[in-house]
């Protein structure tokens, strides 16, 4: 792969000649989905490899990274091709479908080169470290028909359905408020979340969960009243942050992000008649048991829920939508809009936030 550092790249065009991809009369897919895995990340072999291997509806096919040694690595236990690059991979007429996990200031492009190879696209969270990229990998999504989505796990586990219903049944009453954490412990120092130009920081790592748990309980068209970030002298790194968001019917949010404490992972909606909280909330391991706590004045009641596979569901839940025809459904387009949104929110966080210098903590 090529240089990784943070490059204003636009999304490729066709050329006369090239191979055009996918489009939407193409034969549809019916059988499990045939994925190429862009990038060598921590995530991608301890969890979505292996995550992907035992998936009935995906069928994992190739892996390449910056280097064809480690990719072979990676790829070596599950009994796959390993790509002599990026380029290559993409290409593949086998692959329906491009998983990438590079670092993020990186995604927009390869994102984009696979869409224009007319693969379908699962990309780790966060989608693009902006706003404006976010869009243009949107619209190029759109043109194709093909399915974009940014790999947000918690999304697919059904604890969150658990509390829209109660939402939705008015059992916490009219909804005033919404709080949310995603906090881990320091890092190694070599991580490259702590490289600016390799989009790295608290607020694109773990502060975009609590952001996108924000418009996945209130909706769309959050604004951003305030925020303030924990920042490194040297280069103005975000190590954690808070941000005050409002929604259009004027519920009050409270989020919560950094890479400075003990781990925490939770949200908490709060009516005028009972609050619940969700613990464990973004990253619950496959084997975990949620407990949904209910508190109304003078009752307290647990609810106990069977444990999920959050991200065996996502890969499914990305399977079936390009099984069922590509990206053209209104499903779909929730998704797209949902990434764009979020990014708009990082973009109005950034404009408005206070910075902190965190002396003597480097």
């Not at 993020?104 to 404006?132: C, F, M, S, Y």
């Not at 490289?195 to 951003?224: C, T």
């Not at 404490?261 to 973004?282: I, P, Q």
Request: include cysteine; hydrophobic fraction near 40%; proline fraction near 7%.
């Amino acid at each position: 792969m090529p240089d990784q550092r943070a490059s204003q790249v636009q999304p490729p065009t066709e050329r006369a000649g090239q191979n055009p991809g996918r489009r939407l009369e193409d034969a549809p897919i019916t059988g499990p989905v045939r994925f190429g895995v862009l990038g060598t990340s921590s995530i991608a072999r301890r969890r979505v490899l292996p995550a992907m291997a035992a998936n009935e509806d995906v069928d994992l096919v190739s892996v390449a990274g910056r280097s064809h040694a480690k990719a072979q690595s990676f790829a070596h236990p599950f009994g796959v091709s390993a790509d002599a690059d990026a380029e290559a991979l993409i290409a593949r007429p086998d692959i329906d479908a491009v998983y990438i996990s590079t670092p993020t200031a990186t995604h927009p492009e390869w994102a984009a080169r696979a869409l224009v190879a007319g693969k379908h696209v699962l990309v780790e969270k966060p989608i693009a470290t902006t706003a404006d990229e976010a869009q243009k990998l949107v619209r190029l999504a759109e043109a194709r028909g093909l399915v974009l989505r940014e790999n947000f796990m918690f999304l697919h586990h059904p604890q969150h359905d658990t509390v829209r219903d109660m939402v939705a049944s008015g059992r916490l009453g009219h909804l005033r408020g919404f709080s949310s954490s995603f906090c881990i412990p320091p890092l190694p120092a070599s991580d490259i979340r702590y490289v600016p130009e390799l989009g790295g920081g608290a607020l694109l790592d773990v502060g975009v969960y609590p952001l996108r748990a924000a418009l996945s309980m209130l909706g769309p068209g959050l604004g951003v009243a305030g925020a303030a970030l924990r920042v490194r002298p040297s280069d103005g790194l975000d190590l954690s942050g808070e941000a005050l968001v409002y929604s259009p019917s004027g519920v009050l949010a409270s989020l919560t992000f950094g890479f400075e404490h003990a781990y925490g992972s939770r949200y908490a909606l709060w009516g005028s008649r009972a609050r619940v909280t969700v613990d464990r909330a973004f990253t619950p391991p496959a084997s975990y048991q949620p407990s949904v706590v209910l508190e109304e004045q003078d009752h307290e009641e647990t609810f106990r829920l069977p444990a999920a596979d959050q991200l065996a569901c996502c890969l499914s839940s990305f399977a079936a939508a390009v099984r069922a025809g590509g990206g053209a459904s209104p499903e779909e387009a929730t998704w797209r809009a949902g990434a764009v949104a979020t990014m708009e929110l990082v973009d109005a966080i950034r404009e408005r936030a206070v910075h902190v210098s965190v002396q003597g903590e480097e």
